[in-house]
Nanobody, 122 residues
């Protein structure tokens, strides 16, 4: 079972940038597709971005496409989310997720990190 630990959250002004990291415990990291989700207060958890096993395929929510970039370093067992041009509506707890079955939204069911808070001030 893989364990996931997010880092890199914080407070940033609108228009600024943050890079989130998610470190995985497994040396078989390359056998997992990875994803990022977020949950704002009082709202459901929403998909943000995902990446396939090798990093060649990515998928983004419409709300972040062109502003966020997901990437992975299999040698470091880490997935990243570079967030640029941040908006107040990006404020949420961001969660890392792993899947062995694919990188579609519904593939991420079993493995989740504890989350990291991102707050964007206006």
């Amino acid at each position: 079972q893989v364990q996931l630990v997010e880092s890199g959250g914080g407070l940033v002004q609108a228009g600024g940038s943050l890079r989130l990291s998610c470190a995985a415990s497994k040396r078989t990291f390359s056998s997992y597709c990875m994803g990022w989700f977020r949950q704002a207060p009082g709202k459901d958890r929403d998909f943000v971005a995902s990446i396939d096993w090798g990093g060649g395929g990515t998928y983004y929510a419409h709300s972040v496409k062109g502003r966020f970039t997901i990437s992975r370093d299999n040698a470091k067992n880490t997935v990243y989310l570079q967030m640029d041009s941040l908006k107040p509506e990006d404020t949420a707890v961001y969660y890392c997720a792993a899947s062995t079955t694919g990188w579609g939204i519904l593939d991420f069911r079993d493995y989740w990190g504890q989350g990291t808070q991102v707050t964007v001030s206006s």
